[in-house]
């Protein structure tokens, strides 16, 4: 079977955590970039990697890298790249965005275009048409262009594989799922210890926590662009990883996942979305106070995205609201706590300052993942 340079879009900062979920499916990492993984697999990698994988973004299939500082040397590269492989006569291709960083050619509306005539150029030629209908299959095209290097890509996902298909109702800052699930990789965390995030709003840390847990593939129940694609991806692979997926659940796990909002509409709207996921019983959500965050078993974790105050109103309000974090934290004996916000002073209020920092791009918002470390358990005795 064919091998493909797949490349993985991640958030910023978060491309080790993407790294090990793709060597856990078992494939060779090619290249790390910032906010982007790539990776060597065939066919079947592409329906995986769009299934099972929960900190990308989306999953690319790299036609061509090559230089090119002028408009002429990006047409003849493009016209050389072997179309006639990948997209056939009725396939409808476009150039669904194209990007440029530290590039002389910036002009994202002047990429596109010569793209595509070069694209169409060269499938003429292949297919021996001077017109094409593009009524069959969608190929989305996606071009990115750093310090003049370009890579031109199909885009298999369609929809970002953040879009799992279970959050319907969102608060008013989401979170997005992918970013939830990397962070909480990102943590010790696992389904044996209890989990509790005080400002859950849509639900997205104690859904993508409980989807973890049951072994829940976060692609397995949404449609990908490449389901199309049946000239490189036979439609069994896709058939055959979804029952990858469904076979690997745990409908019996037992966890503690905890998920609290002061607003009882976004409670209500996160047990809709939990129901969506499939993992509504396997989740407490209440509403409550941060202040009234109290807890009896030990070694837990507080994993949470509290408010930033990115409205100036707002501002006011954070001091008080992260001293109540503090407080509550304080009084929970050897748990630890995992916070992201873009407020900087947070250690301040908290009264602690963190073990770990990170720095996170949260779509253009700079946010730090705070890490405040609790004692690990003991070892159980083995009988």
């Known amino acids: ?57 989306r999953v690319l299939l790299q036609v061509g890298r090559f230089k090119a500082t002028t408009f002429d040397e990006l047409f003849e590269n493009v016209k050389a790249l072997p179309w006639e492989n990948y997209i056939p006569k009725d396939g409808k291709f476009w150039v669904k ?3 440029s960083i530290k590039s002389k050619l910036f002009s994202p509306s002047d990429i596109q275009s010569i793209v595509k005539k070069a694209m169409v150029e060269r499938m003429k030629r292949s297919y021996h048409l001077d017109w094409f209908p593009e009524d069959g299959a969608q190929y ?24 799992r298909g279970y959050r319907l109702a969102t608060s008013k800052a ?11 990789m990102l943590t010790p965390w696992r389904a044996d210890r209890i989990l509790v995030d005080p400002f859950c709003g849509s639900g997205t840390f104690p859904i993508e926590a409980a989807m973890m847990a049951a ?17 490189i991806i036979p439609r069994k692979l896709w058939y055959e990883s979804v029952q990858e997926a469904n076979d690997m659940i745990d409908r019996d ?17 996160a047990r809709e979305n ?3 996921a499939g993992v509504d019983h396997m989740i407490h959500f209440q509403q409550r106070a941060v202040a009234d965050l109290h807890h009896p078993k030990k070694y837990g974790f507080i994993i949470s995205n509290p408010p930033y105050g990115e409205r100036l109103e707002e501002k006011s309000a954070l001091p008080a ?20 916000t873009s407020y900087e002073d947070t250690e301040r209020y908290i009264g602690r300052k963190a073990d770990k920092n990170r720095k996170i791009y949260n779509g253009m918002i700079k946010t730090y993942f705070y890490q405040f470390m609790g004692p690990k358990p003991p070892r159980r005795k083995k009988d």
Not at 140 to 163: A, I
Not at 216 to 229: L, Y
Request: with cysteine; hydrophobic share 40%.
């Open 274 to 276: 939990a129901k969506r």
């Open 215 to 231: 072994n829940i593939a976060p692609g397995m129940n949404r449609e990908f662009t490449a389901e199309e694609w049946t000239n």
């Open 1 to 57: 079977m064919d091998k493909f340079e797949l490349v993985v879009p991640c958030h910023f900062g978060l491309e080790a955590v993407v790294k090990r979920e793709i060597y856990d499916l078992g494939y060779e990492i090619t290249r790390v970039e910032d906010g982007r993984v790539s990776f060597e697999g065939d066919a079947e990698a592409v329906c995986r990697a769009n299934i099972f994988l929960r900190g990308a973004e």
């Open 321 to 340: 609201l992260y001293s109540q974090i503090g407080e509550a934290y304080k009084g929970l004996d050897s748990w630890s706590m995992y916070l992201i």
């Open 140 to 163: 989305p095209v996606r071009v990115f262009l750093y310090k003049d290097e370009v890579m031109v890509t199909l885009d298999t996902s369609g929809d970002s594989l953040h879009k």
């Open 97 to 99: 965005k194209a990007s």
């Open 253 to 269: 796990v037992q966890v503690d996942i905890q998920g609290y909002d002061i607003d009882p509409e976004v409670v209500a709207a």
């Open 174 to 184: 989401p979170l997005t799922e992918t970013l939830a699930a990397s962070l909480i």
